[in-house]
């Protein structure tokens, strides 16, 4: 069974710091660049940042480069995002997916989301 499970959010004040994590099951991680998303109440999806298969490849939104680490455990087929100096726009449903190089598609693959919620 395909799963990708999320997990790590919660409320933090602006400022703080949380770390999601993402574990995959079911199929071979390992060959899919990791992405998270993210979507903010009331609006649509966002895409926030990809790491390639190797974890050397990142590519960040502009919005949250230098606050936000994306990285990865091809061992243990987890994705994580070291989330930093937490602002209230980064409150939203936290989603990993994945992105297929080979055939070009996105989104294969989703995780149920966790909660991030930035708040004083």
């Known amino acids: 069974q395909v799963q990708l499970v999320e997990s790590g959010g919660g409320l933090v004040q602006p400022g703080g710091s949380l770390r999601l994590s993402c574990v995959a099951s079911?199929?071979?991680?390992?060959?899919?660049?990791g992405t998270w998303v993210r979507q903010a109440p009331g609006k649509g999806l966002e895409w926030v940042v990809d790491?390639?298969?190797?974890?050397?490849?990142?590519y960040y939104k502009p919005s949250v480069r230098g606050r936000f680490t994306i990285s990865r455990d091809n061992a243990k087929n987890t994705l994580y995002l070291q989330m930093n100096n937490l602002a209230p726009e980064d409150t939203g449903v936290y989603y990993c997916?994945?992105?297929?190089?080979?055939?070009?598609?996105?989104?294969?693959?989703w995780g149920q989301g966790t909660q991030v919620t930035v708040s004083s």
């Open positions: 997916t994945t992105f297929d190089r080979a055939t070009m598609i996105r989104g294969e693959y």
């Open positions: 079911g199929f071979a991680f390992s060959n899919f660049v």
């Open positions: 790491i390639h298969t190797d974890g050397k490849s990142t």
